[in-house]
């Protein structure tokens, strides 16, 4: 891209973003990054690493993975291919919202089904980038927005998740859900950090995770960019993830807190509870959580303008899409054809 049109190279943004690149230049560079920026998010099926990486690695680096690096590929699809490549990201958009849409879906349905606890809080990771996928293909500023908003989010619920999984397997020793039960009775405060946070990830009114998942449905929704059935088929299929959130993560926590004492590990670990330092991290994690739940425009009006002039880029190029006969779409509305369902 620095290369195009020109015989001495220009890597600067705003010279990037100037270019009138050709639609199948475009259209190449766009797969190439989608691909690339694709593992990092993750996008399904490029995950297999995620689930691995945070098996193994140490709870900070569960936090810095799960709270700052895995929103990189989301920032970078807006920076890079939204914002440089609008041609392109026209004709890519449906595709993005069905890659999020699986996401979703999958990831909890796997997350579900596993029986560790780092995996499975990994997979939900994973699922809730399927919003931000969805967010970034909408052509909505409040759907846009709303994706920005999911990855500021989903940075905090997921340092804390990670955090607690830290926390207590230095506690217990075993990541095995099938070797916990009834430890509550001995931490009872970590049972309400737990609590708290799991709550915060299944997107509970008045937390941040519900308002980043109502602004990109309703972005989506109301996107007359798309036809009217291919919205009420994905918005349909991606509210199913709403409903596999709670179940997979309240199961978690019975499964981990409630039941019968495993007496072989209360016999062999020194279970204690929740520490001033651990309880100190965790509420400067939710202190931001219920501040945007409450008022998101605190976080919002940073990037709102940014969002607002990447959007009409993005339209504009729709609309002239339209003008070639990329899209079909009628003279009042111009409304981008989706895949066949």
């Known amino acids: 891209m620095g290369f195009y049109g020109t015989e001495i ?8 973003a100037a270019q009138d690149f050709s639609q199948k230049f475009q259209i190449l560079c766009y797969v190439g990054l989608l691909i690339a920026f694709g593992v990092k998010l993750p996008i399904v099926p490029l995950h ?25 590929g989301g920032y970078a699809l807006l920076r890079f291919n939204a914002q440089l490549l609008p041609v392109a990201h026209a004709q890519f958009s449906p595709l993005l919202i069905v890659l999020g849409v699986v996401n979703i879906i999958y990831a909890a349905l796997t997350s579900f089904a596993q029986r560790n606890l780092k995996r499975k809080i990994a997979y939900s990771s994973i699922s809730h980038m ?7 293909g909408s052509f909505s500023s409040l759907g846009t927005s709303g994706a920005m908003l999911q990855m500021v989010s989903h940075g905090l619920i997921g340092a804390s998740l990670f955090f607690l999984v830290g926390a207590t397997y230095d506690r217990t020793k075993t990541l095995k859900l099938d070797e916990m039960s009834g430890v509550g009775q001995k931490m009872r405060i970590m049972f309400a950090l737990w609590t708290a946070c799991s709550l915060a990830s299944l997107a509970l009114p008045g937390m941040s995770g519900f308002v980043s998942e ?39 926590l019975r499964e981990i807190f409630f039941g019968k ?10 279970l204690i509870d929740a520490e001033p330092r651990e309880v100190y991290i965790i509420a400067c994690l939710l202190l931001p959580i219920i ?15 940014s969002i607002n002039n990447l959007v009409d880029r993005n339209l504009t190029a729709v609309k002239g899409s339209v003008k070639t006969n990329i899209f079909s779409g009628t003279k009042k509305i111009d409304v981008l054809k989706a895949p066949t369902i």
Not at 9 to 16: A, D, G, K, R, V
């Open 261 to 270: 004492e495993n007496p072989k590990l209360i016999e062999e670990r020194k």
């Open 48 to 72: 297999t690493w995620l689930p691995d990486a945070h098996g193994e690695a140490t709870a900070p680096v569960h936090m810095l993975l799960a709270g700052i690096l895995l929103k990189m």
């Open 291 to 305: 501040g945007i739940g409450l008022y998101p425009r605190l976080v919002t009006e940073s990037y709102i303008a």
């Open 9 to 16: 190279p220009n890597f600067e943004f705003s010279h990037l």
């Open 130 to 136: 399927g919003f931000v996928l969805i967010g970034i």
């Open 214 to 252: 109502l602004m990109v449905f309703t972005g989506f929704v109301t996107d007359e960019v798309y036809t009217l059935p291919f919205r009420i088929v994905m918005a349909s299929l991606a509210a199913i993830g709403v409903i596999l959130t709670p179940i997979y993560l309240l199961s978690m």
